[in-house]
């Protein structure tokens, strides 16, 4: 059977609409789009990102500079909230880890017009080791993607401070490991706004079983755990108890960081 050469047009409009839509280079509008926890149309939120970028030149200047906040003026640790944290709590708060910094990260750069979304994936928990005992195998984790430039980047290399990310790399490098207290001894806390950039995931075959699960994007931390893959969701009980739980943790991370500014 021979189609009719509108409808042959219309097939192949319709092809590439839908390869377009699914086309790496294509920001959709819900990668700019406040969500729950990601509520980058919150007042602190703007006033924030308002203050770092206004005088950046490009998309990449500022995406660096929202980078570079979310990196040292969150310091890595974990809030009594644990995961639960909508952005502008993240922000308030001035602590947290993968999935909160991931969180906060993606909203600043949405309020600044950047396209973003959260990536998670498992890593393996010895990435903790030295600062915290999860009690599984694998924690969850959450990276960011960004679109610069016509591409997407990858990267977590804002999830640990500067003082705590050269403190652990040094320590690992005299204890021989790869990994431990928060990061990859081979990963980098810098971005230079046009690569991948990795302080945690840094999934170059190193370490062969460093992460065994990608579950892909998700809209916010609170879809990744209603989609049942998570292995770190609490329950109301362990609710009540990981303030104090995490508290040790924050102070051995503290520690670390104190122990190089005393040399």
Known sequence: ???PSRQVKTIFWMLGVILLYHSPIFARGA???PTLYIDSGHPKIISQVKALVGAAQDDVERAVRIHDFVRDHIVFGWAGAFYDQKASEVLASGIGYCNTKSTLFVAMLRAAGIPAKQ????INSA???GILNPGTPYVDH???EVFLRGKWLKLDSYIVDTKLANAARRRLQGENRLLGYGVHRDGVSHWDGLSDAF???LNNGSIQDLSTKDF???EDIAAFYRSGQGVNELSFGQRLVVRFYVGSANRKAQALRDAVISR
């Open 199 to 201: 302080s945690q995931y």
């Open 1 to 3: 059977m021979v189609l």
């Open 216 to 218: 892909g994007v998700y």
């Open 119 to 122: 990536h998670f994936v498992n």
């Open 127 to 129: 990435i903790l080791e």
């Open 31 to 33: 990668d700019l789009d």
């Open 142 to 144: 959450s990276y960011t």
